[in-house]
């Protein structure tokens, strides 16, 4: 029996999450005359009216320009669900031609009525003053005057210095599109070990053109190339890579390939380690492509790889340990979650292309089975922080083979 006492968080090297992005409905796009081009929120597109894309609920700025001697027209479209219809008349530029000659001069015509006398001049200046009288007598004084209004505020004094930031908050684990049916493995950089895949989902052109959607992986092989790769994400040296997810059918013939080319990871979540689970961990990779391409495969009969269980995570085997805290009697390990930012960067042509932002991790959670030394460990370090000193302490999670 498992009895849970307490619940720590902790900081440390994790993963975290993503958010999903909006969905694109289609636009109809016509003029007069036709074969006019588009311009879509400061992009051009390569394609001429009439034309029907995809694009992101809320309002576009859309200029259609139909060549010389056509004006253009610019109008800002708000996509809403279901069909969206934007056609327009272009009007043609009307030329101004050259000035033509000045005509004769006509005679003089004949000189009008005297005006009206103009207004009085200003005075002329003042004489010099004459000498000063003597002073009279004071008279007697006058009543107390009113109180005068306030007098303008002060300067602000200097903003203090600012205190320390509190921890981040727990991102949800990112939200999987809906997966796709059939067996896929994973391929690396080409180096021709095919990773079996739990799962796989997105990694398509989401908005014709201008985005791709990012690409759900879920394995439960860690191999040198997923930990390699989450490793490089985490350190910044190196955390782009080619990859290949390949289908087979039934009887082991390769059907299809989804090449994708420059992705780096935006989210990587580990399954929480379990006393009270048995099978197999699953470690998800969340994958921004630079490009991808979808092709058929080559047909040919080629049984995957299968791998020893002694590859596979399994989290009824796993010792989870802190410097100066007894880690047997650690039953639960949840929020291995790391994420790094999906931030916009230069567009390539119309295609939006993404670049990854700061890596930030998810604050753990620990499940304490009762017995042992774990609690009151824990419970020491606590009070050496809650005493001000910043103790930090490194951790270990370690999957043990069945």
């Known amino acids: 029996m498992k009895l849970v006492v307490t619940t720590v968080a902790l900081t440390l090297v994790v993963f975290a999450a993503l958010v999903v992005p909006a969905a694109a409905h289609p636009l109809k796009i016509t003029s007069f005359p036709s074969a006019a081009d588009v311009t879509i929120d400061g992009v051009v597109l390569r394609r001429v009216t009439p034309l029907v894309l995809n694009l992101t609920a809320g309002n576009h700025l859309i200029t259609v320009a139909g060549g010389p001697g056509w004006q253009p027209i610019t109008r800002t479209v708000t996509i809403r669900a279901g069909e969206n219809v934007l056609d327009v008349t272009l009007t043609p530029v009307v030329g101004v031609g050259p000035q033509g000659p000045a ?21 002329g200046p003042a004489g010099p003053a004459g000498p000063e009288g003597p002073a009279g007598s004071a008279g007697p004084a006058g009543p107390q005057g009113l109180q005068g209004a306030t007098g303008p505020q002060g300067l602000q004094g200097a903003t203090g210095p600012q205190g320390p930031a509190g921890s981040a908050g727990n991102a949800p684990p990112p939200v999987p599109p809906p997966t796709y049916a059939g067996t896929f493995f994973l391929e690396i950089q080409n180096d021709g070990v095919r990773i079996p895949v739990r799962s796989f ?130 039953a639960r390990v949840h929020g291995l979650q790391m994420s790094a930012a999906k931030s916009p960067g230069v567009a390539v042509g119309s295609r939006q ?42 951790g270990t999670l370690e999957w043990k083979k069945p």
Not at 104 to 121: D, L, N, Y
Not at 217 to 229: D, G, M, N, R, Y
Not at 236 to 263: C, K, M, W
Not at 277 to 294: F, G
Request: charged share 15%; glycine share 12%; aromatic share 8%.
């Open 201 to 330: 989902g997105g990694c398509y052109d989401k908005v014709l053109g201008i985005e791709y959607e990012d690409c759900y992986i879920s394995v439960v092989f860690a191999a040198p190339s997923v930990t390699q790769w989450l490793n490089d994400t985490v350190d910044g040296s190196n955390p782009t890579r080619d990859f290949s997810v390949i289908q087979y059918d039934a009887l082991s013939h390769e059907v299809r390939r989804t090449n994708v080319t420059g992705a780096f990871l935006s989210g990587f979540v580990v399954d929480d380690p379990d006393a009270s689970v048995a099978s197999p961990a699953e470690l998800l990779m969340v994958a921004v492509p630079s490009s991808l391409q979808t092709v058929a495969g080559s047909g040919a009969i080629q049984p995957p790889s299968t791998f020893s269980t002694v590859n596979r995570l399994n989290t009824a085997n796993f010792a989870f340990s802190i410097s100066g805290v007894d880690g047997s009697r650690i």
């Open 103 to 123: 005509g004769p001069q006509g005679p003089a015509g004949t000189p009008g009525s005297p005006g009206v006398a103009g207004a009085k001049g200003d005075a």
């Open 353 to 394: 292309h993404f670049v990854q932002g700061p890596v930030g991790f998810h604050d753990l959670q620990l499940e304490i089975a009762s017995g042992g030394n774990t609690i009151a460990n824990l419970e020491t370090w606590l009070a050496s922080v809650a005493s001000g000193v910043n103790d930090q302490r490194p």
